[in-house]
């Protein structure tokens, strides 16, 4: 989180954060400052793929300004 933090302060394009990202830190990594979050396994290795992918986006759109 302190690199998305870091890059986001030192760029003005918009940040991609891509590893280890699951529902469980999906939300943290999108306040961190990066505007995309590239999952693979956590949606793709779920029991259930599209409850899992829900969440994600769930947490995602949560953790959004409302003017971003």
């Given at each position: 989180?302190?690199?998305v933090r870091t890059l986001?302060?030192?760029v003005h394009i918009q940040v991609a954060a891509i590893g280890g990202i699951d529902a469980s830190n999906v939300?943290?990594?999108i306040e961190a400052?990066?505007?995309v979050a590239c999952v693979i396994s956590?949606?793709?290795a779920a029991p259930d793929v599209a409850a899992a992918c829900r969440e994600m986006v769930e947490q995602i759109r949560a953790s959004?300004?409302?003017n971003r």
């Open positions: 989180l302190d690199a986001r302060g030192a939300r943290s990594v400052g990066a505007e956590a949606a793709v959004r300004p409302a």
